[in-house]
Every structure is written in C-alpha cells, then in structure tokens.
C-alpha cells in the first residue's frame, strides 16, 4: 500500500493566492514525522517544512503552513501569497518510528504560477 | 559547510560498466541514504546507512551495493549497469527532523 498519496498532479495558482496541495498518509506507527520538499526545475531538492507526530500545533515556516489532520492522516500544504519562484514540483513525505529516518515519498505535485 | 556534496553531476555509462557514485556530508549526521529519482516520480530508497558501518536494504536495492566508508562518506555502486537504472541519484543524510539532500547524479545508461 502506499504510504504517501498525493492525488494531484499539478495545479495552477494566480500570483499573490494562496494554493493548498493536498497529502494523505498510512501508517500505523504513533510517531512519525512528515516533510515537505520543493524540487524546482534546477532539480535539487529544498526542505521547507517539517510535522512531529506528536507536535500540538501546526508547523508553519515563512509563508508555508503545514495543516495537519491527524485523525484523518493528512498533512496538506498551504503555500500563501504565490510568488513566480514557487512554480515547482512539491513532494510530501514521511518517516516512521522514533529512530528511523528514512523516507517514503508521494508522486509529488506541479504546481505553475500565473503572473 | 558544504551540507552533502555528490560526484559526479552528469555520467553516461554502456550497458555492463560499473561506477561508483561518491557521497559526502560534513553535518556529523549518523544517517546517510541513496534515493533514485525516475521521470515524473517521486523519490525511491535504494539503500541506506543508519551509522557507521551498518547498511541496509531500502526499495529498490536490486543492481546495486553500498559502502558507509566512515561517518563522512556514502558511496553507492552500480555493478553492472543496465538502462533501467537511467536515474536521477540523491544522497542525503539526516537528524530527526530535517533530510539533507545533495545536488544529484544524473546518470543515463545506453
């Protein structure tokens, strides 16, 4: 099964709006951790926001917010006022286990920016 | 601090050639991982290292062999290289909350 669904490809966003990419997850471990990564064209992989199974609040990190559901295993992206730089591919992913630090990651999404 | 470095950027290989992908990091991080990335995909664990001197299996570890040559170092290893392995490479290392990942290795097998 997979652990990480992301079930859309790509989506179009007006600059200065705000754009939610969405993630679900399976997992039966009650700690893990879910990330967030921006793959531009360049291809290098930037960490943008982290989420602790365990963490009370909701991870938010400059204009990224993480929305973190935890009864319903998701742990979308909010991406607010949408600047031409942030046109790239977005990759949720998680760890599982208190000692494990390996990822699975989703299919990742597109996400194109309109001037 | 470089964070995690990769060689080479770019490699073209033949069918049946091995090479050796090379990996650094210099964030004292015990883990270190080697991920494939295929077109339009997210990425994939080939193998990885939770300290020195420990290797394990990830996903897709079939055609390939890992080194943890000290705490620093993380060299992957194609045998025998096949055009199914035409790949983006990633190595990263990590603490508990954050994955570093290096530039990547774009290889192509013809």
């Known amino acids: 099964a997979q652990k990480i669904t992301q079930t859309q490809p790509g989506m179009f966003v007006q600059e200065k709006e705000a754009v939610t990419l969405d993630c679900t997850y399976d997992?039966?471990?009650?700690?893990?951790?879910l990330f967030w990564y921006k793959q531009p064209s360049s291809g290098e992989m930037i960490f943008l926001i982290y989420?602790?199974?365990?963490?009370?609040q909701n991870a938010t990190e400059g204009r990224y917010s993480l929305n973190f559901q935890k009864a319903r295993k998701s742990a979308n992206l909010v991406i607010s006022a949408s600047q031409l730089g942030d046109s790239a591919m977005y990759f949720c992913?998680?760890?599982?286990?208190?000692?494990?630090?390996?990822?699975?990651f989703g299919a990742g999404t597109t996400v194109t920016v309109r001037a | 601090n470089a964070g995690v470095t990769q060689t080479p950027k770019f490699q073209v290989l033949k069918t049946g050639q091995s090479m050796t992908l090379q990996c650094a990091q210099d964030?004292?991080?015990?883990?270190m991982y080697w991920y494939r990335q295929d077109p339009g995909m997210g990425l994939r664990l080939i193998y990885y290292?939770?300290?020195?001197?420990?290797?394990d299996k990830g996903e897709v570890p079939n055609g390939y062999n890992v080194s943890r040559l000290n705490k620093r170092e993380f060299s992957l290893r194609l045998e025998s290289a096949a055009p199914s392995q035409t790949s983006v490479y990633f190595c990263?290392?990590?603490?508990?909350?954050?994955?570093?990942f290096g530039p990547g290795t774009r290889l192509t097998v013809l």
């Open positions: 990263a290392s990590s603490r508990v909350n954050e994955q570093f």
């Open positions: 997992t039966s471990d009650p700690s893990y951790g």
């Open positions: 989420q602790g199974s365990y963490d009370q």
């Open positions: 992913a998680m760890r599982e286990g208190r000692n494990d630090y390996k990822l699975s």
């Open positions: 964030m004292n991080h015990n883990s």
């Open positions: 290292s939770a300290s020195e001197g420990t290797t």
